[in-house]
C-alpha cells in the first residue's frame, strides 16, 4: 500500500472521515476491498462510502486510488 500523500482531489470524500488520517490506496491485481480494508484496519462499508463506489465490491481496477481514514497511531 502506499504511505505517500494523497492525489488532490476535488471536493470531500462521501461519508465521515472520524478523527483518522486520509491517505491512498493504489489499487493492484487481485486486490478486494475486504483486503484492503483488513490492511487498513477499516470496515468494507466504510471504503464503500469514502470511494462513492454504490455498495458494489467488485468496482475495482487496478491503478485505482482509493481513499481512507486510518486510525492515527501515536
Known amino acids: 500500500y502506499s504511505k505517500e500523500p494523497p492525489a488532490q482531489a476535488g471536493g470531500s470524500a462521501s461519508g465521515s472521515s472520524g478523527s483518522g488520517r486520509r491517505m491512498s490506496y ?3 491485481r487481485g486486490d478486494t476491498l ?25 468496482n475495482l481496477h487496478p491503478g485505482q486510488v482509493l481513499v481512507a481514514f ?4 501515536s
Open 26 to 28: 493504489v489499487v493492484r
Open 34 to 58: 475486504y483486503g484492503i480494508a483488513r490492511l487498513l484496519q477499516v470496515t468494507v462499508n466504510d471504503l464503500l462510502a469514502w470511494n462513492d463506489l454504490g455498495g458494489n465490491v467488485h
Open 70 to 73: 486510518v486510525k492515527s497511531r
